[in-house]
Each structure stands twice: as C-alpha cells, then as structure tokens.
C-alpha cells in the first residue's frame, strides 16, 4: 500500500478481460533511462525474457523458443496462421466462439484456405466431428483453436484436440492468451505445438508487446513456406532474433521493462499460488452473482476459470450502459459480452485484484441496480 502512495496512482479494478489491473511495481517499470534497444543491455533484456517466458509454459529451451512481437495479442495469431501454412495446404479452425471467428477472419483476409468448424457458442467442440474433418481433409496441414474463449469463457479441451490434430501430421497452434500466466498450462502435455499471449492479461504488464512460444524445428520448416507478409512473417522475426539479438524493428522498450517486471513478480507469485488467487476471484465473482440472482451461461464445469458471461436480467430498468457508467466513476470496470445472439455482459478474474476487491465491487453494483430500480434478487423469464 506504501507503494501505492508513492506513486500516487488510482488503483482501478478491471474486471474487463484485459489489459488488466497492474500492479505499482509493473507500472513504475515502464519508468527508465532513455535506452536504444539496439544496445547490448536491452538485447541482454530480451533474451532473458525469451527465455523466461518459456519457464512458464513448461518448455524445454531445446525445442521450444519465444518470438516477441510488438503489437496486441490479435497479432499472434495473424504471424501463426499466415506463416504457418504451406503451400496447397488447409488450415481448419476450430471454432467455438468470438476469438476462433477473429482467425477465421484473419484467413479469409490472406485468402489462406481454410475450413470453419463451428460449434456453438456455449458448447465444447465435438472431436468426433473433428476426427471426421481431419480424416476427409488429408491437405489440412494446421488446425487452430482458442484455449479459453474468453467471448463465454468457455475452456476448450486442447489436449484431446491436440492428440487428434497430431495423430494426423498437423500442426496445432491454440490461442492461449486469456489463460498463460493464469491457469497453468505445460505446453508438451497439453499437445500444443504454439501457444501466444500478450504482455496485459496473464502477466499483468502493459499492452504492446506479444509473444509466440513453438516448435523451434517447426519454425525452421516455415522458412520455406509461402510468405504472406513481411511485418508479421514468424520465421523472419525469429531468424532475426537468433542472429543478432533485436527485434527486427524498434521493440516497444517501456512495455519490454514492465514485462519484465511482471514476469519476475509472476514467478515470485508462483504458478499455483497465482491460480489459486484468480481462483478465489472467480469464485467470488460466482458469489457475488449468486446473491443478487444473476444467470450465467456456460456450464460452470466448462468454464475455464477466468471469465463469466452473464445473462441480461428480464427487467425494463435494466441498462447495461448505465450499470456500467455507474461503477466506472467507482473505479470498477465491466464489459459488454461477445456472444452473436444473446444479450450478455462479462466479469473476468484477470489481474492483480483479489477477492476483497470483488466483494468490494458487487457492494457498488448492488448499489447500481438499486439507483436505477431494478429489483434485487434480478429477475428473469419475465
Ligand atoms: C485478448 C485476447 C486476444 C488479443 O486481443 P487484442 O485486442 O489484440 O489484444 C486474443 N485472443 C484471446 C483469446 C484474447 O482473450
């Protein structure tokens, strides 16, 4: 807390799925000597980071190596898709909500081809559809998927999906960005041959900075594939990484240092101990929702742990917006939902809170509801 006073910023509980709350330390990082990140010191630091970021995902250095990128999260998974395909091959993407829709979209702007396996939204993927695809599709060369949806919160079953994937001779990358650093994932276990973050959610750094953990060989390979961009090419990053150290252009220096940061303060937390804190948030969140009745949407033991997805209640003084606005000026930031066809907003358990900040907020949200008449317990089916 002396921290806090000492650099004497609000602290605000984001409840958004990321970036997320940060702590002073992290914040304070960013707050360095002016440095050109073509200095050994600065390559010195990405290196480090590379190699760090490997401890967390359980990777043997060997095989496996991280690509830094200077860009949001979305960016991963652009650099995976289109440097990852060879030529006349497939890509399929398993699709079960708003995350595996933004690659379907990615591949149709490359024009890569692809097949779009969807499921519905609050529902696991069948793997017995998938295994049929795999099958009548002997071209599909790469299959993707989203690990935790974070559109629902839906937790997908990756290493089921992996094992059919690598039964038939693809490449299996899986956006893990809503749960690295959160939920703990060994990367060999869980059958994934790349997995992605960004440096604001699980590591509770700042947005700008992005990272892809693979198959080394893998990446080697796709120095023959077709390629289909110059900024976001994997292997161009990397070879530029392994021969002289830097990102091939300007690294967001002030985010690499609260990464930095975030990263060592992670590995003080320590995997179990940090996942059982989001843990404890999600299950305040659950809570907290329960007392004032309302509905979430997916399964509870399908949720991954991290971000709930909450029915509109059936009530004419209902007002997202307003709600919203309301705890915002409290210092509590909620977040519209990202389901196609059903009227939700979102919680997520990300961050460096605790659950005494959400039993905190669910004060200020009663309070919210009861300012604008809607009666508590929230009603629905009206
Ligand atoms: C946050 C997130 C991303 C990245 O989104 P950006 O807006 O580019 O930061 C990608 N995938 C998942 C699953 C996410 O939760």
């Known amino acids: 807390m002396d921290r806090e006073l000492l650099s004497g910023i609000k602290r605000n509980i984001l409840l958004n799925p990321g970036p997320s709350t940060t702590t002073d330390t992290v914040k304070m990082a960013q707050i360095v000597p002016d440095i050109c990140p073509r200095e050994k010191e600065f390559t010195e630091l990405m290196a480090n980071l590379r190699r760090d970021l490997l401890r967390v995902v359980h990777a043997d250095p060997q095989k496996y190596t991280t690509v830094l990128f200077c860009g949001s999260g979305t960016m991963n998974i652009d650099v995976c898709l289109n440097s990852l395909l060879p030529a006349n091959k497939k890509i399929l993407v398993v699709n079960n909500g708003a995350y595996s829709s933004r690659a379907v979209e990615i591949c ?20 017995d559809v998938i295994e049929e695809v795999l099958t009548d599709n002997p071209d599909i060369a790469l299959v993707h998927t989203t690990h935790n949806e974070t559109g629902t919160g839906i937790l ?50 700042m947005t700008g900075l992005s990272f892809i953990i693979g198959n080394r060989s893998l990446i080697e390979a796709s120095s023959e594939y077709p390629r289909r961009s110059y900024y976001c090419n994997l292997y161009l990053q990397y070879h530029i990484f392994e021969t002289t150290g830097e990102m091939h252009f300007t690294p967001p220096v002030q985010t690499v240092y609260a990464a930095v940061q975030g990263l060592e303060e992670y590995f003080r937390e320590g995997e179990d101990a940090k996942w059982a804190r989001h843990t404890r948030v999600f299950e305040a969140i659950h809570r907290g929702l329960g007392r004032l009745g309302f509905k979430d949407l997916i399964r509870r033991e399908w949720q991954a742990g991290l971000v709930v997805s909450i029915l509109y209640p059936d009530d004419p003084n209902w007002d997202f917006e307003k ?60």
């Open 323 to 382: 709600v919203h606005d309301y705890c915002y000026e409290r210092g509590y930031t909620i977040y519209p939902g990202k389901i196609s066809d059903m009227d939700t907003f979102r919680l997520c358990a990300l961050g460096a809170i605790d659950e005494q900040d959400i039993e905190k907020f669910f004060v200020v949200l009663e309070q919210a509801l009861e300012q604008m008449g809607v009666a508590v317990p929230v009603q629905y089916g009206g």
């Open 108 to 127: 149709e702007y490359y024009g890569l081809p692809h097949i779009d396996l969807k499921f519905p939204e609050d529902q696991l993927p069948d793997l």
């Open 156 to 205: 997908n079953p990756v290493r089921e999906i992996g094992e059919l994937v690598h039964r038939h001779d693809a490449v299996f990358t899986v956006d893990t960005t809503s749960t690295l650093a959160m939920r703990p994932i060994d990367m060999e276990r869980e059958n994934i041959d790349f997995c992605m973050a960004s440096a604001q959610k699980g590591l509770m750094a």
